[in-house]
């Protein structure tokens, strides 16, 4: 190995390239959706009669006025082009369904849609349920006024025939009990703004600490002189744990001190006894006696540690928590769950509440508990969400989640990469992404007493993960820990994160504080922004920023050069029908240079023992299959979806079939919609003149930000310089080498200006000092050697321990012996892995 001559930039690339298909094991790399990335064509998205919205007349639900509606992607709604969408209000509701979605007969309620005054919301379930039940049948259901509801709005329901219900203090929301005629003469009152009925929600489910840098945030000594000598830690500042409850007899969060509310709520759930206030019933030690989800949430948020001599812990071990139980956790349990902590926000100073919970769905802006987490956020409250556990199928985000005024978290593995379960967004397609992505596989935290779900499961060892809490977790502690994985548990990351921010300034508003943690998550290469939104969770970066206004994040404005687009291309969409055990084929044309292909199918499932359909897409011997189609919102509508990354240009085929029992199953309807989006590079010249693997590192390299064009030149022959190098790394190492800037600048030669964010995050990563930089000057300009490349990519890819053992044995270098004895574990990975071309 010639270790002085000075590598060329495409091999440095490609060597990236490696890495991350080796940490990440996707096949193949997209871009990182940072501000610099334009979405040409993917917003303002036109709304007409034959795009699929049905606008039902005298028996269904009316929308006056909706023909041509004008809906863009900031509204809230998702379109592939063969979606069938039911327009549900003016802030809109999400569909990545394909069928048309009709509301029958929901006995004369009228949408007026545009309309600052009556009803603009219609929950689909219940438009369904009301259209199959009798004339004389109860529905359980939640009335949304415009605002809080007076004494006329609660004459308003007496007229309608409502005698009671449940009312809130902080929420302007009614829950009754009512026929369908009472139903349709509320849905007229000009007062209300949404009906919906009850739902289930379900849980989207050594330690975590130091992949997110806490541990460097109780080490700080700035930050640990401006709060008073003491390390930062959450202190003073309460956390509102929406879940199942919490064990406050756990050592780790003792109630009283740690736990300074523990209450289970509970209502009448509509009866007509008169409009009462939900009951609360407070001052309970454990709350949490079945499922153990909630303790476990709140020993990640804020456990003291105590039962393990602090080898486990929360994020904040100084933040207070309030424990409300939602018993089943149904959205009228929610929903007083939130007003009583609106009631205690001032008291208890709640800044953060934690809501580990979610459905599959659409997202409406006019749903309950959206309009319930705004107030919250508008009364200076930070909601955090879990994204949801839905996997890699597209548009598969728990819409809780996407609201753009709460902070939605995807989950990642300890090693960095995206979590296989943690729901995706829709592509190119405004709010639908998750904020930001953290821990969420295999994290330990504490177990609630007795036999109860998340630690059983932990001890069974069906966890994603692989991994169960006999292999983890030492014998002295399992007593009082358990393991599990999801994005349960990754929401927590976040909002223990907010906790300390907050403690170093509390005058920060939640749209601020939402800022500062996009702005310091670290970026990760090979994955789009509706995976991981703008990347993995930094808590030293975001706290410091919180501090002091550290300039983290600036450098992702100038990420991409404006010669680099991402344009979606028109949409392909297809429908038809297959009897059980047939199947039906459709071929599409795929483009060079795109960057992922999301194929959606969805259909209106009738039969009882349902119709079960499957998705597959080939091209040239490759064949990806969906996943298990899941509901969107409402009973027999059905979807699944596929998202390829990097799909080669040219043709691919798409079979559907019905994998239906033929006794059982029946002919079944289908819409299938494909999105496409390409990279686009402007007046770039000479990508074409590279071989086909140099072109796929230098597309790459453009669209994530690795490097930009000298003028219309790619120029990717050229010899690469150290900043350049550092830079590549940098972002091409992912979560393994977070954001980082000291202090004071430790070159004189990169002080404070846009590169020194690449030259010190590496100088200073968790896996050392990368470029081996000494002294006052990094020598930036300088051609970066190619030792200094390999020391640099081997740490990155390998551990410490896989590259001292691999120093021992010559990989068949001629030169070996030149090469200083503590680089040569470095250089031998490095070879091994063909980082070095």
């Not at 009283?256 to 006894?273: E, F, M, Y």
Request: charged share 15%; glycine share 12%; hydrophobic share 40%.
């Amino acid at each position: 190995m010639n270790k002085i001559a000075s590598p060329k930039f495409l091999p440095i690339i490609a060597a990236l390239l490696i890495i991350q298909l080796t940490i990440n094991g996707f096949a193949g790399i997209s871009f990182i959706r940072g501000e610099g990335v334009v979405l040409t064509g993917a917003d303002g998205v036109v709304l007409t009669g034959a795009d699929g919205v049905v606008l039902t007349g005298a028996d269904g639900v009316v929308l006056t006025g909706a023909d041509g509606v004008v809906l863009t992607g900031a509204d809230g709604v998702v379109l592939t082009g063969a979606d069938g969408v039911v327009l549900t209000g003016a802030d809109g509701v999400v569909l990545t369904g394909a069928d048309s979605i009709t509301y029958t007969r929901p006995y004369g309620v009228v949408l007026t849609g545009a309309d600052s005054t009556g009803i603009q919301s219609f929950d689909p379930d219940l438009a369904l349920l009301m259209d199959r039940l009798p004339d004389t049948s109860f529905i359980n259901v939640v009335v949304v006024f415009h605002s809080m509801p007076t004494t006329t709005d609660l004459n308003g329901l007496r007229a309608a025939g409502i005698l009671g219900g449940t009312q809130f203090r902080n929420l302007p929301m009614v829950v009754v009990n009512a026929t369908k005629r009472q139903i349709a003469a509320i849905s007229r009152l000009s007062s209300v703004r949404s009906i919906h009925s009850n739902k289930t929600f379900e849980f989207l489910t050594h330690d975590s600490r130091a992949i997110v840098g806490q541990n460097q945030v109780i080490s700080d000594s700035a930050l640990t002189e401006r709060n008073g000598g003491s390390p930062v830690s959450g202190q003073g500042v309460t956390v509102a744990v929406l879940d199942t409850g919490i064990d406050a007899t756990h050592p780790d969060l003792s109630y009283g001190t740690k736990v300074v509310k523990n209450v289970r709520v509970a209502d009448l759930q509509g009866l007509p006894l008169g409009f009462m206030y939900p009951l609360v019933a407070e001052g309970l030690p454990n709350t949490d006696p079945v499922m153990g989800h909630g303790t476990f949430v709140a020993g990640v948020i804020a456990g003291t540690g105590a039962a393990s001599g602090s080898h486990y812990g929360g994020v904040a071990p100084g933040a207070r928590l309030l424990g409300v139980s939602c018993g089943d956790v149904s959205l009228f349990y929610v929903l007083s769950g939130i007003d009583y902590i609106l009631s205690q926000r001032v008291a208890q100073n709640i800044r953060v509440v934690n809501c580990s919970f979610g459905i599959s769905g659409v997202f409406d802006a006019n749903d309950p508990v959206n309009i319930a987490t705004r107030i919250m956020h508008d009364a200076g409250i930070s909601v955090v969400f879990s994204a949801g556990n839905r996997g890699d199928q597209p548009n598969s985000l728990n819409p809780y989640s996407v609201a753009p005024w709460v902070i939605g978290v995807g989950a990642t593995t300890k090693g960095g990469s995206l979590s296989s379960f943690s729901s995706r967004g829709a592509a190119g397609h405004g709010i639908f992404h998750p904020t930001l992505v953290a821990p969420g596989e295999a994290i330990v935290s504490a177990r609630a007493f007795g036999v109860n779900v998340v630690g059983t499961a932990g001890l069974a060892g069906i966890d994603p993960s692989g991994q169960n809490d006999l292999q983890t977790i030492p014998a002295p502690y399992l007593l009082r820990y358990t393991l599990s994985s999801g994005t349960s548990f990754s929401a927590p990351h976040v909002a223990a994160t907010i906790a300390l921010m907050l403690q170093v300034n509390p005058g920060l508003a939640p749209d601020q504080i939402k800022n500062i943690l996009q702005e310091t998550a670290t970026p990760m290469l090979g994955y789009t922004r509706y995976e991981v939104g703008a990347g993995q969770l930094n808590t030293h970066a975001a706290v410091r920023k919180a501090a002091f206004g550290t300039p983290f994040g600036e450098f992702k404005r100038e990420l991409i050069g404006s010669e680099v687009s991402i344009a979606r291309e028109p949409v392909s969409s297809f429908s038809g029908q297959v009897a059980p055990g047939a199947s039906q084929t459709f071929n599409i044309s795929m483009p060079e240079d795109a960057v992922f292909s999301s194929v959606h199918m969805s259909w209106h499932d009738r039969q009882i023992l349902g119709n079960k359909l499957s998705l597959k897409v080939e091209r040239a011997g490759r064949a990806i299959r969906t996943n298990p189609a899941f509901g969107i919102a409402w009973q027999g509508f059905r979807k699944v979806g596929i998202s390829i990354a990097e799909p080669e240009p040219g043709e691919w085929t798409l079979t559907v079939t019905n994998t239906s029992n033929p006794l059982t199953g029946s002919v079944q309807q289908f819409a299938v919609a494909v999105e496409t989006f390409k990279t686009r590079f402007g007046l770039i010249r000479d990508l074409d003149s590279l071989t086909p693997a140099a072109r796929q590192a230098a597309v790459l390299a453009l669209r994530s930000g690795l490097m930009t064009a000298s003028g219309s030149r790619f120029d990717g022959d050229r010899f690469a310089t150290r900043v350049e190098a550092a830079r590549a790394v940098m972002l091409g190492a992912g979560a393994r080498v977070p954001q980082y800037l000291p202090y004071s600048p430790s070159f004189l030669d990169v002080a404070n200006n846009r590169n020194a964010i690449f030259v010190e995050s590496c100088a200073r990563s968790p896996r050392g000092n990368l470029f081996e930089a000494t002294g006052p000057h990094f020598n930036p300009n300088g051609n970066i050697d190619r030792l200094s490349l390999a020391v640099a990519l081997a740490r990155v890819a390998a551990s410490e321990q896989e590259a001292q053992s691999a120093g021992s044995v010559n990989p068949g270098l001629a030169d070996w012996e030149s090469i200083p004895e503590w680089a040569r574990g470095y250089v031998a990975v490095a070879v091994s892995r063909n980082l070095m071309g």
